[in-house]
């Protein structure tokens, strides 16, 4: 039973690059949940999604971010035009249910931006 | 003020002793908090959730809840240096559909 898995686990990008960030829930799940974590903080909510649906994105900047999460397949966190302020790792939860349910976390994307 | 605050740290604790970390939070309707465990480097783990006022014991964990003071901490009896880590406190904030994380303390146990 594979659990949270997030690919890549390490990515470089040049500022002005677009980074994209996959995440498979485990089997089961319909919930996932974006989290960035720079390093000596906490994790910052970015986003909450269900299947084909953004339920609660307050937590995204404005512009150069989004995220999905499509019917089939992982879902994905794309940040476009890339900034050094972007280097951060990015984790992706899972849960069966909603927030109530004990959420599962992947091993996290840590991006760089050079 | 922040939504969920932890003293950041680094507490020390000798091994064996017992290890108090403690957390707030601004949420006056919350009725779900939890501790996560992270080890540098690593993807935080679910170590206890509590969803009434009181104690709620695990092994050598008890979380303890207090909503009247919108306070929740958690002990760690018998601390061993395994237990060094980053202890991280999240609270369900009620309506908002999401978990919202304190900064950690990070914790040393100390040989």
């Known amino acids: 039973n594979a659990g949270v898995m997030q690919n890549p686990r390490h990515l470089v990008r040049r500022r002005g690059q677009e980074a994209r960030l996959r995440c498979s829930p485990m089997?089961?799940?319909?919930?996932v949940y974006w989290y960035r974590q720079l390093p000596e903080e906490g994790l910052k909510f970015m986003v909450y999604?269900?299947?084909?649906?953004?339920?609660?994105e307050s937590g995204m900047p404005k512009e150069r971010f989004s995220a999905e999460f499509p019917k089939e397949g992982p879902s994905i966190l794309r940040i476009q035009q890339v900034v050094r302020g972007d280097s951060a790792a990015y984790f992706c939860?899972?849960?069966?249910?909603?927030?109530?349910?004990?959420?599962?976390f992947g091993s996290g994307t840590q991006l760089s931006v050079l | 003020q922040k939504e969920v605050e932890q003293n950041s740290g680094p507490l020390s604790v000798p091994e064996g002793a017992i290890a108090s970390l403690n957390c707030t939070y601004s949420?006056?309707?919350?009725?779900?908090f939890f501790w996560y465990r992270q080890y540098s480097g690593k993807s935080p783990e679910l170590i206890m959730s509590?969803?009434?006022?009181g104690d709620k014991e695990d092994g050598r964990f008890t979380a303890q809840l207090n909503k009247a003071s919108q306070y929740v901490s958690l002990l760690i009896r018998d601390s061993q240096p395994s237990d060094s880590a980053t202890y991280l406190c999240?609270?369900?904030?009620?309506?908002?559909?999401?978990?919202?994380f304190g900064q950690g303390t990070r914790l040393t146990i100390n040989p």
């Open positions: 939860a899972s849960s069966p249910g909603g927030v109530n349910e004990k959420l599962f």
């Open positions: 089997k089961g799940h319909s919930h």
């Open positions: 999604l269900q299947k084909e649906n953004i339920i609660d």
């Open positions: 949420d006056r309707v919350s009725q779900s």
């Open positions: 509590i969803y009434s006022n």
């Open positions: 999240a609270v369900l904030i009620q309506g908002a559909q999401k978990l919202v």
